[in-house]
Every structure is written in C-alpha cells, then in structure tokens.
C-alpha cells in the first residue's frame, strides 16, 4: 500500500535561516513526488516534483527537495526562510502503476510552516 | 488566462439542504478531482472523473454526488446525507489519468462550506 508521512505537524523558523520540512513515503513502485503550498484559504500551488529523472529537484521561490530512495525520504528545504514562506506544506506521492486499477494522488497530513521575524 | 475557479468562496448550508460546488476549468484536462480537507488531515478524495459521462467514487463518497456533462465542468453536490459537511472543498484537475509520470494536479481557490 502507497503512504506519505510528513513528520511534523508544525516547524517554527526565524526569518533568514534554513528551512526543513520532511517527508517520507512509502510505495511499492517508484513514485512521482510532489510538493504543495497552501496559503490560508487558498488553493494548493505546485512547488516542486520528482519523476525519477534528477534526483535533487529545484522547485519555485527558492525550494528544492531530494529523493533519497534508501530512505525513502522527499524531504522539502531552503537556504534561507522569507515571512512570505509561512503557510502549509503538503507532501504528495503518486504511484506510477494503479491500484486496484486506479491512480490516486496521497496527501501528507500537511507541515505548517511559522516564520518568526 | 488558464485556470480552475470555483465558486462561491463561502456557503451556507441550513439543516437538510442540498448545495451545490461548483468547479470549472479551461485548462482542456480530462481528469477532475474533488478534495475534502479538515484541519490535521490533509486532503481526502471525494470523487474524480477521467473523462467527460464517467466519474467514480473516491475514500468518502457518501452523502455527496457529481456529474460530468462537460469536460469544463465538475458540479459537487453536498447533499442531506452528508452528516459533517462543514469543511474545506477543493476541486483539482489534470491532463488525464492516464498514468505519465508526474502528471501534476492543479487546483483551484476553494469553497468553504459552513452550516448554520
């Protein structure tokens, strides 16, 4: 069965210093990786993706995020955390074959990322 | 511009009324989805269509209904059953289900659905 977990429920960083958001998921094909942003009440913007091709993934606003298949990890960073970055994070991963002969995206819980001045 | 809207942004729902989301997109997708997300539990998938006469059920299809009598347009339809339908409703698309790698789903701003 295909899982996504993302570790933290919250993640409080000052303005300026490194951001960390993790992830781990489990899946019993290689999957395709995504991360989204949810701004309060709003709808989920695409950061970044995997699709087996590079392994370190560069995504918008500065974001990347590397697949480590040992681990199982996508964790999500950024050098340096901007107030405009506060808001919520989603992990997503998408098998690349069906089950039960369907294909479904599988949400992470969400990270919610607090930005402190 | 290309994208998904939805509307309204907020809606009312009194004891034992149906309501209707609505979802439109211009991006020429085959595939809509319906999301349901609560505070602490991400998204949950109500129902999806691959393509325009089809829809199928999703984790937590009860108490809600869909059609799909266009490719633009993917009306949710929040009905009595539905005991706790106070929450956040996303609607989402993609090119298809067809399985590409890294297919990606884009969404739209959301409906947030209150009971009073």
Known sequence: AQSVTQLDSHVSVSEGTPVLLRCNYSSSYSPSLFWYVQHPNKGLQLLLKYTSAATLVKGINGFEAEFKKSETSFHLTKPSAHMSDAAEYFCVVRPTRPTSGTYKYIFGTGTRLKVLA | ?116
């Open chain 2, 1 to 116: 511009d290309g994208g998904i809207t939805q509307s309204p942004k907020y809606l009312f729902r009194k004891e034992g009324q149906n309501v209707t989301l609505s979802c439109e997109q211009n991006l020429n997708h085959d595939a809509m989805y319906w999301y349901r997300q609560d505070p602490g539990q991400g998204l949950r998938l109500i129902y999806y269509s691959q393509i325009v006469n089809d829809f199928q059920k999703g984790d937590i299809a009860e108490g809600y209904s869909v059609s799909r009598e266009k490719k633009e347009s993917f009306p949710l339809t929040v009905t009595s059953a539905q005991k706790n339908p106070t929450a956040f409703y996303l609607c989402a698309s993609s090119i298809g289900l067809a399985g590409g790698l890294g297919e990606t789903q884009y969404f739209g701003p959301g409906t947030r659905l209150l009971v009073l």
